[in-house]
């Protein structure tokens, strides 16, 4: 289950525990009609994989669709301090609303988008904006300065490099794209439908090779989603 139906397929199935906490589904057992959500494991696995550790940090996130969902959950979980904005400042106090409702350590407020400037460790993309075809688009707000030395992690996966990658490159930044959430939370979708271990240094062999991602070009470009 992908965007833009990750909230709405709340509905239409019994959510686990993580489902709930969420409030977005994007793995469906459909025996049992039971939904779950990988993003939340896969985005927090791969930025252990890449050795970021949010505690303490302020990160902003952008965004407030699904996958923001989880990745407030997340973050928060593991003691960050949490901005969101989104285009609609309206949508990102509702999120954040609705987040404080479960049951979870929320430590994230809604901002809007010309409110970004000031300090920041972290910034997380949640939103497609920088995604093929549309490569030149930022979701970074141009009347906003770009902060130094901030990581990004841009769950986009093709192309490897976003513009908002470069953007925290020319910033003497970090950059993490989202070919290694891709990859993890299809792991633990794999392993919730099968109880068997994922295939993981397979399954991203596989999916360098589908997004074109093995010559020279894509190793490059995706040189810190490496694992």
Known sequence: MTIPHKEEA??????????????????????????????L?????????????????????LGAGGAARAAVVGLCGAGADVRVASRSLDKARTMVANLALSNIRLTARAVALTELAGPADMIVNCTPVGMLPEVGATPWPDTVPFPDGVVVYDMIYKPARTR????????????????????????????????????????????????GLNDANGAANDEDTRR
């Open 10 to 39: 709340m509905k239409y199935v019994t959510p686990d525990d993580v489902a709930r906490a969420v409030g977005a589904v994007n793995t469906i057992d459909l025996l049992e009609m039971i939904g779950t959500n990988t993003d």
């Open 41 to 61: 494991a896969g985005f927090m696995a791969d930025l252990a994989a890449h050795g970021v550790d949010v505690s303490g940090k302020r990160v902003i996130v």
């Open 164 to 211: 908002l990658m470069q953007q925290a490159e020319m910033h003497d930044g970090r950059a993490v794209g989202g070919l290694g959430m891709l990859v993890y939370q299809g792991a633990a979708a794999f392993e919730r439908w099968t109880g068997v271990a994922a295939p993981v240094d397979v399954m991203f062999d596989a999916v360098r090779a589908q997004l």
